[in-house]
């Protein structure tokens, strides 16, 4: 894949297309959302034919100031919730150089360099690390966005077995229900917590 970052244009007929891409969500494919029938603007044209995915660069306050436009080979498979975190991530990063302030104009690249550092350690830990949505906290539960290696190497499951998944898929037996109910209470109240599980692998033990 290969990704392109660009501010909104001048061209009222581009920005207002690309908006109306992007109120499906942060990050599209286009090829999913956009209508048959919809004209792409002149200005457009190769870009709509070349870059499939859209992802939001948005200043502090919300506002759609550039897209992160990343092109995919065809035929290509529906975006994990992986990539799509990894590109909101990468995007969020971005405001900085599109839109500097006084005081991020010399600190941007240096914020993307401490994500991508980050994304490093996270990626090379040796302890297990899960990512999940914020919410729903009640059934299903929020979905895993992003699991480490080593995660992958301690619990058995493969990677698509486990995005989109809940962390209830760790669950057993063993599993204190009070210690989940502490759990449950924290993050229903949006505050920090840290308890011990007892959780099983993919074969159960």
Known sequence: AQAQVTGLSDDHAVDVWLQ???????????????????????????????????AAVRSPLGEL???????????????SAAQVYGLQTHA??????????????????????????LESVVVHAKDAILITEAE??????????????????????????????????????ETSRETLRQLKEALQQWKPVEVELINARRDGT
Not at 93 to 99: K, N, R, Y
Not at 152 to 169: N, Y
């Open 92 to 117: 969020a990063g971005l405001h900085t150089i599109i839109q500097p302030g006084p005081d991020t104009a010399s600190g941007g690249l240096a914020a993307i360099e401490r994500l991508r550092l």
């Open 136 to 173: 729903p906290i009640d059934l299903p539960g929020p979905r895993i966005v992003y699991c480490n290696p080593a995660f992958l190497a301690t619990t058995g499951f493969a990677l698509d077995e486990v995005m989109g998944q809940t962390p209830r898929i760790l669950q057993c037996e």
């Open 20 to 54: 109306m891409i992007l109120s499906y969500g942060d990050v599209v494919d286009v090829a999913e959302v956009m209508p048959p029938n919809l004209p792409v603007p002149t200005g457009l044209l190769q870009v709509a034919n070349e870059f499939l995915i859209c």
């Open 65 to 79: 100031i550039g897209v992160v436009l990343v092109m995919i080979p065809l035929p290509h498979k529906r975006l």
